[in-house]
């Protein structure tokens, strides 16, 4: 059974930084192979995604909005994927969840405000 945990999450400031874990466990396969995805999810609004981080040669892809600010990375040895959000704003407040594998975790909340 595949399982996501997400951790990390907190009350920020504006302009302040979190780092973002995302564990998983019981792939069919080694984590190396799977594609990961960060999305958020904002109170009134549908889940967007954030980033992605692809297998084999790493490549990632952002969205417009965090760009120059957000940084997906893995660690294949630990099956963990980690969001690094730095300049964080108000607007970024959200829950925000990993997905592998067509799977969710139960997401971390992550609030920017003074």
């Known amino acids: 059974q595949v399982q996501l945990v997400e951790s990390g999450g907190g009350l920020v400031q504006p302009g302040g930084s979190l780092r973002l874990f995302c564990a998983a466990s019981?792939?069919?396969?080694?984590?190396?192979?799977?594609?990961i995805s960060w999305y958020r999810q904002a109170p009134g609004k549908e889940r967007e995604l954030v980033a992605s981080v692809f297998s084999g040669p790493v490549t990632t892809h952002y969205a417009d909005s965090v760009k120059g600010r957000f940084t997906i990375s893995r660690d294949n040895d630990k099956n963990t994927s980690y969001l690094q959000m730095n300049s964080l704003k108000a607007e970024d407040t959200a829950v925000y969840y990993c997905?592998?594998?067509?799977?969710w975790g139960q997401g971390t909340q992550v609030t920017v405000s003074t």
């Open positions: 997905n592998v594998y067509g799977t």
């Open positions: 019981g792939l069919p396969f080694s984590f190396s192979l799977y594609s």
